[in-house]
């Protein structure tokens, strides 16, 4: 007799990238040489994991009351605030609309916007390379995927292909909730152009007059691409006119404290009234959900983005670490170009290599002992590299293999 709902019933057991690492590091255990570009995580290049000196110490120096109370439910107000500033310390029309809670990293800001901007059976937009938990996270929202293609012909992001897939999904539930991760996409590593970026607002405002528009920024890498932040957020800063504007924050990345699990879904919105219910509706979220996050994480995020000699010094440490990626990025591309078929990349913790039979190739390279995590999109199947798992010394031998088996 089964217990289970039938529609649960045949989930895996394992996110399938962790899979792949868990073999990666039992081979690698026995001795052989193993390249593992599949953890998604920023290593330094003796493998261990690249973590900034400034957050640990001041983790460790969360009182024991922070870490042993309860968080409100929607963060500390302190929290929220310096989220806000960290993400338009220089967009104040932006500022001035936002609000912020509190969510276990940038999952559970993602949770909070499917739950929240689609009713059970809808489908979220983003495109058709996208980080796997966006189906997960739906799948266990009821809700849906759907993509337009990434690329057109020139190898910049399909604004066409958006407008019409985004016109297609409003004509079929009636509104329509966006996922644009940049910069560093992930998985393909491609970050936009301000001109991609002002098409993408005028489409987003065209459909925002006729319907319930919502378009989340999901840029859990941001602090590791080469373009202006605040640039971009100038071309998107109108979207709150005529649309919901969402970003999925992260400390996981920026901070290098990935377990500490300390994020936030932000919200412009410019309407007062429509503001305070978007509170009230992700506060009850939070509740119905993990109730609250962890305080002492929440304090030790918000000290060292409010402390300014601690938040210099962290920008001084993640600079070593950002300069340590884009070497990488650099040997990919010097190695790589005229030889893979990849996006533009300019910098993050993936690239993603065009090739058919992904999963067949990524089993030929597992046999050379190189980790790789196969996709599949509506432009064909792919790899995905992670560089910031891979030394620097690796990198010639990482797409030597690649090209061998592409």
């Known amino acids: 007799m089964q217990h289970l709902i039938p529609s649960h019933a045949s989930r895996p057991a394992d996110d399938p990238i962790f899979a792949l690492n868990r073999e990666a590091t039992q081979r690698k255990a026995k001795g052989e040489a193993i390249i593992n570009a599949t953890v998604g995580a920023l290593l330094d290049d003796a493998g261990r994991l690249a973590i900034l000196p400034t957050a640990a110490r001041v983790i460790t120096e969360v009182p024991q009351e922070e870490w042993a109370a309860y968080a409100p439910i929607a963060g500390t107000p302190d929290f929220a605030k310096a989220v806000i500033q960290d993400l338009f310390s220089k967009s104040p029309s932006l500022a001035e609309t936002a609000i912020a809670v509190a969510t276990p990293g940038g999952s559970g800001a993602l949770r909070h916007a499917i739950a929240n901007y689609l009713e059970p059976g809808q489908a979220l937009l983003t495109t058709s390379y996208y980080w796997g938990p966006y189906q997960t996270l739906a799948d266990e929202s009821e809700r849906a995927v759907a993509t337009f293609n990434t690329f057109d012909a020139s190898g910049n992001l399909d604004v066409a292909a958006f407008d019409r897939a985004l016109g297609d999904l409003i004509g079929k539930q009636g509104r329509a909730l966006i996922f644009l991760n940049d910069p560093c996409h992930n998985p393909t590593g491609y970050s936009m152009r301000i001109e991609e970026w002002r098409k993408v607002a005028e489409i987003v405002r065209a459909h925002g007059k006729k319907a319930p528009v919502t378009l989340l920024v999901d840029n859990a890498y941001s602090a590791y691409g080469k373009g202006d932040r ?145 996709l599949s999109g509506n432009e064909g199947s792919a790899l995905r590299v992670g560089l910031c798992s891979v030394a620097e010394k690796d990198v010639g031998k990482l797409v030597d293999a690649l090209v061998e088996v592409c």
């Open 230 to 374: 605040q640039a971009m957020l100038a071309e998107i800063a109108p979207v709150a006119e005529d649309a919901c504007l969402l970003f999925a924050w992260s400390a996981s990345k920026t901070f290098t404290h990935y377990g500490l699990r300390v994020g936030a879904l932000v919200a412009c919105i410019r309407d007062e009234a429509e503001r305070k219910k978007t509170h009230a509706a992700l506060s009850y979220s939070c509740r119905g959900t993990w109730s609250n996050c962890s305080r002492g994480g929440l304090w030790a995020i918000t000290k060292l983005l409010t402390d300014p000699k601690l938040a210099r010094a962290c920008d001084d440490e993640r600079a070593v670490l950002t300069d340590l990626l884009f070497r990488r990025v650099d040997a990919f591309n010097a190695h790589a170009k005229g030889k893979l078929k990849y996006p533009r990349y300019e910098g993050g913790f993936f690239v993603t290599v065009f090739t058919s039979e992904a999963d067949k190739k990524a089993a030929m390279l597992r046999e050379k002992g190189v980790f790789v995590v196969p």
